[in-house]
């Protein structure tokens, strides 16, 4: 939304400030999203967590989905150079390859990924634990991927099974 309110038109001016901001704020999204998961998954562990399914099942899918949205920005800011780069080709390779991309008769000539393709693609990978319909090419984005369905699935089969223990 910070970035948004900035910069509400596309993105296709270098801005140093810009770029930082972006990076930033998903580096202390990722580093407060990580430390929700460790607390979470230590208090499960330890029996420490919840004894009531709703509030622990509240607090799962909240980390779920900053899981969410926080993938989508660093996929969104790294994704053939960020969005600047994108906007101006300045890159040749994509990280991602988007159906658009596969089937060029099927989009827009014009079509270039933007924020909300890339919040599905976290979205698709957070459910199904691994690429859909959007393939990861560089190395980089598959590890970025990867890392991703790790703490979705450590989350929800954690979260859940505890869930579904204390349900009464």
């Known amino acids: 939304l910070a970035l948004v309110l900035i910069n509400p038109h596309r993105i296709n001016r270098e801005s140093r400030v810009l770029r930082l ?100 693609l976290a979205f698709t990978n957070a459910s199904a634990f691994s690429p859909t319909d959007t393939m990861p090419l560089s190395r980089w984005a598959k590890m970025a991927m990867t890392g991703q369905a790790a703490v979705s699935i450590v989350t929800v089969a954690l979260v859940v099974a505890r869930a579904v223990n204390i349900l009464k």
């Open 21 to 120: 901001l972006g990076l930033t704020l998903a580096g202390v999204l990722s580093l407060a999203n990580a430390w929700s998961v460790v607390r979470l998954v230590t208090g499960l562990v330890q029996g420490t967590e919840r004894s009531s399914a709703g509030p622990l099942l509240v607090s799962g899918g909240i980390i779920w989905l900053t899981n969410v949205i926080v993938f989508g920005l660093w996929y969104w800011e790294f994704d053939r150079g960020g969005p600047v780069a994108r906007a101006n080709a300045t890159r040749m390779y994509p990280d991602f390859q988007f159906v658009q991309m596969a089937s060029p008769q099927m989009a827009p000539p014009d079509w270039e990924p933007a924020f909300s393709d890339y919040l599905y």
